[in-house]
Nanobody
Framework: QVQLVESGGGMVQAGGSLRLSCAAS????????MGWFRQVPGKEREFVAG????????DYVDSVKGRFTISRDNAKNTVYLQMNSLKPEDTAVYYC???????????????????WGQGTQVTVSS
């Protein structure tokens, strides 16, 4: 049993910030690669950010580079997504995802992640 619970979503004005959290339980969190994905109605769930367990390497979709930061606190079994300079196009349901860490590679494909949270809504108004 691996459970992921997102929190921190909400409504914010363009240019504002939100910090999403994803609390994990059920296995050794420190060995997971973690990812954040987002989805809007009518579109595919897309990769936003990822972080590996082995070295903490991170990567981001181009549209959020320089604005979003993924991080993890292994002592708290939690991964974060700090979102700054939010834009209306960032509006989506954000999901955290987990996979067993392996090679030090960020996986951006949804199918690579067997564990998912329930999602948290982020709405950015203009």
């Amino acid at each position: 049993q691996v459970q992921l619970v997102e929190s921190g979503g909400g409504m914010v004005q363009a240019g504002g910030s939100l910090r999403l959290s994803c609390a994990a339980s059920g296995r050794t969190f420190s060995t997971y690669d973690m990812g954040w994905f987002r989805q809007v109605p009518g579109k595919e769930r897309e990769f936003v950010a990822g972080i590996t367990w082995s070295t903490g390497k991170t990567d981001y979709v181009d549209s959020v580079k320089g604005r979003f930061t993924i991080s993890r606190d292994n002592a708290k079994n939690t991964v974060y997504l700090q979102m700054n300079s939010l834009k209306p196009e960032d509006t989506a349901v954000y999901y955290c995802a987990a996979r067993q860490g392996w090679l030090n590679v960020i996986r951006m494909d949804r199918n690579a992640y067997p564990y998912w949270g329930q999602g948290t809504q982020v709405t950015v108004s203009s």
